[in-house]
């Protein structure tokens, strides 16, 4: 049981560089989120998506594109990367997303930008 | 936005003994959901607990329990029995009944980092 699958764990990138955060899942969960949690912070949705060719933002989508081309499948985009960027980034999904249905995360990737 | 405050940064507790979390959130909601999770060092975020809010009785899930008080818009964790392996950061979610298909996304409290002395 995979579940929630993000790559890379770690990235140092340089400012102005661009790069794609990976995120698979192989629960057939429709929806799926982008977090960002910065030190002493809770999490804040970047982006989510409740399914496959539909993607919405959330509460911090400066900075960031995402696509759903496939159910699986929820690529984190950041272009021109900022210092302000530097943070742990979680994917989620779940089947439903209402009720007391939990949201399942992935391992987290921390990347810096220096 | 819904808030979620979480007051303790840190905490701490012996092992084996009893140690309460708290959680307290700002909503004109009725009906909503909340969670309790757990990220441990490794980073990953694990469901803990959670509670529905149009039931009266607290969840319970093993050594975990809650006690909700909707009036007071309350919502807190208590960890019996404390073990090596609960230390942790522990975050407090919100969720809306909300819409199916339009996200309802959870909204997180800053977290409670919980120690356990041997």
């Known amino acids: 049981n995979a579940g929630v699958t993000q790559t890379p764990k770690f990235h140092i990138l340089k400012i102005g560089q661009s790069m794609t955060l990976q995120c698979t899942q192989d629960?057939?969960?429709?929806?799926m989120y982008w977090y960002r949690q910065d030190p002493g912070m809770g999490l804040k949705l970047i982006y989510y998506?409740?399914?496959?060719?539909?993607?919405d933002k959330g509460e911090v989508p400066n900075g960031y594109n995402v696509s759903r081309s496939t159910t699986e499948d929820f690529p984190l985009r950041l272009e021109l990367a900022a210092p302000s960027q530097t943070s742990v980034y979680f994917c989620a999904s779940s089947y439903f997303d209402r009720g007391n249905q939990p949201q399942h995360f992935g391992d987290g990737t921390r990347l810096s930008i220096l | 936005a819904q808030t979620v405050t979480q007051s303790q940064p840190e905490m701490s507790v012996q092992e084996a003994e009893t140690v309460t979390l708290s959680c307290t959130y700002d909503t004109s909601e009725s009906d909503y959901y909340l969670f309790w999770y757990k990220q441990p060092p490794s980073r990953q975020m694990i469901l803990v607990i959670r509670?529905?809010?149009?039931?009266?009785q607290n969840a319970t899930e093993n050594r975990f329990s809650v006690n909700f008080q909707k009036a007071a818009k309350s919502f807190s964790l208590k960890i019996s029995d404390s073990q090596l392996g609960d230390a942790a950061m522990y975050f407090c979610?919100?969720?809306?009944?909300?819409?199916?298909?339009?996200?309802?996304?959870?909204?997180f409290g800053t977290g409670t980092s919980l120690t356990v002395i041997p």
């Open positions: 509670q529905e809010a149009y039931k009266q």
């Open positions: 998506s409740v399914g496959a060719g539909i993607t």
């Open positions: 979610a919100y969720r809306s009944e909300g819409t199916e298909g339009t996200g309802n996304q959870f909204y």
């Open positions: 629960m057939n969960h429709n929806y």
